[in-house]
């Protein structure tokens, strides 16, 4: 397959123009995104780290539902480890196999749980893959809609991907591809939310004349664009480059504070229209403070970016 | 390594084998006043003309010149990875006056001034006023034609470097006529000549960058005059685009690559443990990294001819703002030591590890070269397509 980056971020954003908040997952499948770094002696596309965030930055940019990252955390272990292709093959067409979001090795915040077949496990020294048959999954209501997550307590049933270092290996690339999953789908969400704010601000007329008028409000809007082009450009700098898990995590909690920054003023500056349910704002809002939460919080992102960046410069 | 890198990557040994012979070594210990910055700043910028790497963006029939942006940009990472002094001195001369006369020069007024610019002729602008800053269409100061000569009176303010100054480039007004930008006309000033006063300008952190100029009669002749009369506000748009994204890319570089000043700063006060500390640490270097991807990236689409309008406002907020927190958070982890009076390092650069100097020098690019109030107007009006207010507001209708 020769399909570039570029050609799929394209195919992904027309696929999910227009569409707000749906799910789509047969057409994730189809389109093949699932596959995407996937390599090609395994079936996949081979694409690296630049095109999986730009895969999500559309999912994130429409809102789209369902289980997207964590299963390519999913076909992530697969392909990484010598389990049978036929697990793999099955996970790329779009059978469900999730994983946890929630980045404190509990198993909670797994999304689609109740339609998912397997469910990833990593725990230190092992990496697993866990028939949800005979699991227990509880239901948890978020206040963001576009995503649904649940507790789940598996059974002991275990299918061995890696064990060992090799397991912790596989861990962290599983773990950076959450991080980097979640940054993309941000700084998608951000752009579409700043597009919606400035078009209204143009539209909506006050004191007889657009908002958009208003320096005070024009600033905001600089301020915004900003902060989103400089997390945008660090995203593609570090997705495409040699960045350590550390600092993937730190520019997971960049483009999640951006994102949250974004929705905030997003509300605000779209007003009283801003705070009904019928606006899609709310929705923005939500998402980015679940995105904020999912995949360990920022402050702690933070602080292991400065630790380590303390001890490169004393090294 | 892929064909199109492999000449850069040769571009950059050579460079850096060069900078390891010949870069200054412990400069900022010695430039504790204005001679020894002068000495200095001479000294540097002789030597890269004499490397061949001091007008890289010149064209190519001038020594070192007839580089590409992508061969430009290798030597200022290379420049600011060797920590070497930045060209403070020589950068609107060989930016601003050479770029301006490339493009508006007569080949007699090339032929006179971009030599003695390779020379080490330093030049400055006379574009601000007292009453024109952000708008600068609206300067008063005013150029009578005489003859052979423009006569020429006002006061000119924020030149950059003034005080050390021979030329000047000098937007003035020769009518009140019509549109404010078409009364404008552009001349080259001889700073030794009759009628004119520089005055250093005492900037907040003790340095003086700035000066403001005085013309009191002051007669320059026609023959140097840049463009046509009337033409000068076309003239001035060569000056103030001069610069090709690179300053933000190699002062980027710079920011990054002073980052050990901060973890300095933390264990100097015993907080490697301090989790907060740890975290703003860690906040600090995303954005500063975020930074210099963005100015990597403006400058990738400059190379590639992808730039929008309004882009580069977005790498100029972006580099102010995170000066701003960069120089903030080391005064904040200085504590009382950073509010000891240390004598500046003249030149220096935008880190030197003097927190509160640091801070307020970080004002230079939050208000210098377009505040980030333009900035974010450009951002808004022509990124954003936001509309323009209304001209025409006055104290009268308002009331």
């Known amino acids: ?190 752009d579409a939310i700043l597009t919606l704010t400035i078009d209204y601000l143009k539209t ?112 | 390594m892929d064909k199109g890198t492999e000449p850069l990557e040769s571009l950059r040994r050579e460079v850096r084998d060069w900078l390891e012979a010949n870069a200054p070594k412990d400069w900022r210990a010695a430039c504790t006043g204005h001679a020894a910055f002068l000495d200095t700043q001479r000294g540097w910028f002789a030597k890269l003309a004499e490397g061949g790497y001091a007008v890289p963006h010149w064209p190519a029939e001038w020594p070192g010149g007839g580089r590409t942006l992508a061969e430009q940009k290798v030597i200022y990472e290379e420049l600011a990875r060797a920590d070497t002094p930045r060209l403070l001195l020589s950068f609107m001369s060989t930016y601003h006056a050479a770029s301006t006369l490339f493009e508006w020069g007569s080949a007699a007024q090339q032929a006179h001034y971009i030599p003695r610019i390779l020379q080490g002729e330093i030049w400055c602008q006379g574009f601000s006023e007292p009453n024109a800053g952000s708008d600068l269409a609206a300067l008063r100061c005013r150029a009578e034609r005489r003859g052979d000569v423009y006569v020429v009176n006002g006061q000119k303010l924020w030149s950059t470097m003034g005080q050390f100054a021979d030329k000047c480039l000098l937007l003035v007004r020769t009518s009140s006529e019509g549109a404010k930008q078409a009364g404008l006309t ?30 009191d009669d002051v007669e320059v002749p026609v023959a140097d005059r840049l463009g046509e009369e009337g033409q000068g506000w076309a003239v001035a748009q060569s000056t103030l685009s001069s610069e090709r994204g690179l300053t933000l890319m190699e002062l980027s570089a710079r920011m990054r690559g002073s980052q050990w000043r901060i973890a300095d700063l933390i264990r100097a006060s015993g907080r490697e443990e301090d989790a907060g500390v740890l975290r703003d640490f860690g906040r600090l270097a995303t954005k500063i990294d975020a930074a210099v991807a963005i100015a990597d990236q403006f400058l990738a689409n ?8 309004g882009d580069a406002s977005l790498v100029k907020l972006t580099y102010s703002r995170t000066l701003r927190a960069f120089t903030d958070l080391g005064v904040r982890l200085g504590g009382i030591g950073a509010q000891y009076h240390e004598p500046i390092v003249f030149g220096g650069g935008m880190e030197t590890g003097n927190w509160m100097a640091d801070f307020m020098n970080s004002y230079a690019w939050t208000i210098a070269g377009g505040s980030d109030e333009v900035q974010r107007n450009i951002i808004a009006e022509r990124l954003l397509g936001m509309p323009r207010e209304p001209k025409g507001w006055t104290v009268g209708a308002a009331a």
């Open chain 2, 302 to 309: 400059r190379i590639a001819g992808e730039e929008r309008v």
């Open chain 1, 204 to 315: 909506r007329r006050q004191f007889d004349r657009p908002l958009a008028l208003f320096q005070a409000l024009k600033h905001r809007v600089a301020d915004m664009k900003t902060q989103l082009a400089a997390a945008d450009a660090l995203f593609r700098a570090r997705a495409a480059g040699q960045a350590s898990l550390v600092e993937i995590g730190a520019l997971k909690a960049h483009a999640t504070t951006v994102y949250r920054a974004i929705a905030e003023e997003a509300v605000q500056l779209h007003g009283g229209i801003g705070l009904t349910m019928e606006h899609h704002c709310h929705l923005f809002l939500k998402r980015a403070t679940l995105n904020a939460a999912l995949g360990g919080d920022a402050d702690r992102r933070e602080a292991a970016a400065g630790r380590e960046k303390l001890a490169r410069a004393f090294a």
């Open chain 1, 1 to 190: 397959m020769t399909l570039t980056r570029t050609e799929l971020e394209e195919a992904a954003r027309k696929a999910f123009e227009g569409a707000l908040a749906e799910d789509r997952w047969s057409m994730i499948a189809d389109m093949g995104l699932l596959m995407a770094a996937v390599p090609d002696a395994r079936g996949g596309l081979g694409l690296g780290g630049e095109a999986v965030g730009a895969i999500h930055v559309e999912l994130g940019r429409a809102l789209v539902s369902g289980p997207a990252i964590a299963q390519m955390m999913a076909i992530e272990a697969l392909a990484g480890s010598d389990a049978p292709a036929e697990l793999l093959d099955r996970a790329m067409a779009g059978d469900v196999m999730t994983a946890s979001l929630a980045a404190d090795g509990t198993l909670t915040c797994v999304p689609d749980a109740d339609r998912a077949s397997h469910m990833l496990v990593a725990e230190p020294g092992r990496v697993a893959l866990v028939p949800l048959d005979g699991a227990t999954i509880t239901p948890r209501e978020t206040w963001d809609r576009t995503r649904r997550l649940f507790d789940v307590a598996p059974s002991d049933d275990r299918i061995v991907l890696a064990e060992g270092s090799a397991a912790d290996a596989l861990a962290e690339r599983i773990e950076r591809l959450m991080l980097l999953a979640l940054a993309g789908d941000s700084l998608g969400g951000a």
């Open chain 2, 186 to 215: 552009y001349l080259l000033l001889d700073l030794k000549a009759k009628g004119v006063t520089v005055r250093p300008i005492h900037q907040i952190h003790g340095d003086e960058e700035f000066a403001e100029v005085f013309l």
